[in-house]
């Protein structure tokens, strides 16, 4: 059996691109933030909606990685490229769709999450309009992202994120204060960053020397991938707009402190999360390659290092509790809601390492039907009840991350049952025409 790069090699340089735009936005967020709140809030609201979008189109690197890994284990290496052409193409029509949607839509939808009209709503409305110019740049990057993975290019990926992320960081600050354009100074550094990173890889493609032609099939092959996965990522996002609303009921204190432990959770799952990338890379090109015996072995070792990275996590948030809440609030009633989520953030690291490095071996092998369904019917039957159970019951936060933990592990054993059997290494036409 032909072994293939370490898992850490490929997870490394993985988690650097998707630590790259939170960190921005954390040091985005403390320039806006000395405007003061309405301007802080109008990035929150507008912000928001800009990342949801992103996080609902995210099929675009994640698709594009198992069609071009598959191509690229073949060895056909330009038929990995044509993947990577194809999914631009989508990446700027969806792009527009969603320029469109927020010039035309842009009032309204941030009054709704604002919670009605007022200075906020408005500072979001000013943002929107003028980041959304960057959204077909922003997706543009993704789907470059997703066929360099595919090919095991991943040190290119980090260059040109960093590139423009330090671009942003460069001009948010000299636009927001010295020049004088405020909040919209922040927008127009997002989406000048954006267009640095999907130049550089609109380049790299042009210095591949494909065709730039449109393929009909090719587009639509890609669209019954991404199609699943929007499916799966709406569904992700509703179960967690539901809990969020069921802390919001509980009090103010419980509302803090579910966000200070979803926050960490979303941070610690970009972790978990590159162990998923390189499994997507190394089992593509093992099924594209004919090597299914590969594929399962790098299923255990993606496997055992979430597993054994979870662990880890899990222990250094017991082990650092009393250090690391202070951190996020002083307030007695918000410690002592977040003391009890605490346990909960903690004991899920484990299962949450293994199913997320699951998740992309069985993306890897093109199984996203089978993922849409598990992950579909993990929160109908565990997240969704549970959570709108504990209002009424009076269960609280303990409720609602009970929920959310078994959610986790109801799809931990949606995804073992999987891998353990056969059905994912003949994965669907689509991945590979």
């Known amino acids: 059996m032909t072994r293939g790069p370490s898992v850490l090699r490929l997870a490394v340089p993985a988690l650097v691109v998707l630590a790259a735009e939170p960190l921005y936005l954390l040091v985005d967020t403390a320039v806006v933030g000395n405007l003061g709140t309405v301007p802080l809030g109008g990035l929150a609201v507008g912000g928001g909606l800009l990342a949801w979008a992103a996080a609902l189109l995210n099929f675009l690197a994640y698709g594009t990685t198992a069609r071009a890994a598959r191509r690229a284990g073949a060895g056909d290496r330009d038929g990995a490229v044509a993947e990577g052409v194809q999914a631009t193409w989508l990446a700027l029509a969806l792009g527009f769709g969603v320029l469109v949607l927020f010039q035309l839509l842009a009032g ?12 906020v709503a408005e500072a979001g409305e000013q943002w929107l309009r003028v980041a959304s110019l960057g959204a077909p740049l922003l997706l543009v990057s993704l789907a470059g992202n997703g066929w360099l993975r595919g090919v095991q290019e991943l040190q290119r990926p980090v260059r040109y994120v960093l590139a423009g992320s330090l671009l942003s960081l460069v001009l948010c600050p000299l636009l927001v204060h010295p020049a004088g354009l405020g909040l919209v100074g922040s927008a127009v550094a997002n989406v000048a960053g954006q267009t640095l990173t999907a130049g550089l890889f609109v380049r790299a493609l042009a210095r591949e020397g494909a065709g730039w032609r449109p393929r009909p099939a090719a587009l639509r092959n890609q669209l019954v991938i991404g199609r699943d996965l929007l499916v799966r990522a709406a569904v992700l996002q509703i179960s967690f707009l539901v809990a969020a609303g069921v ?19 979303f941070f610690l799952a970009l972790v978990l999360d590159a162990y998923a ?37 899990g222990a250094v948030l017991l082990a650092a509790r009393d250090v690391l809440l202070p951190l996020f609030t002083d307030d007695p009633a918000v410690l002592a809601q977040a003391e009890v989520v605490w346990w909960f953030l903690a004991g899920m690291q484990p299962l ?5 490095a699951l998740d992309g071996v069985l993306m890897g092998a093109g199984d996203v039907g089978y993922l849409r369904t598990v992950t579909i019917g993990s929160a109908v039957v565990g ?36 891998v353990a059997g056969d059905r994912w290494l003949s994965a669907p036409a689509t991945v590979g025409t």
């Open 247 to 265: 802390a919001a009921r509980a009090g103010t204190a419980s509302l803090a402190a579910h966000q200070i432990a979803l926050q960490l959770f």
């Open 383 to 418: 997240f969704l009840p549970l959570s709108l159970l504990s209002g009424p019951l009076g269960w609280g936060l303990a409720g609602v991350w009970t929920g959310l933990c078994l959610f986790i592990g109801l799809r931990l054993v949606g995804v073992l049952v999987r």
């Open 352 to 356: 949450a390492g293994v199913v997320f």
């Open 108 to 119: 309204p939808l941030t009054r709704l999450l604002a919670g009605g009209g007022g200075a």
């Open 277 to 313: 990338i390189a499994a997507q890379t190394l089992v593509g090109h093992a099924l594209g390659a004919q090597r299914p015996a590969e594929a399962r072995a790098t299923a255990s070792r993606v496997a055992l290092w979430g597993l054994g990275t979870g662990v880890l996590v």
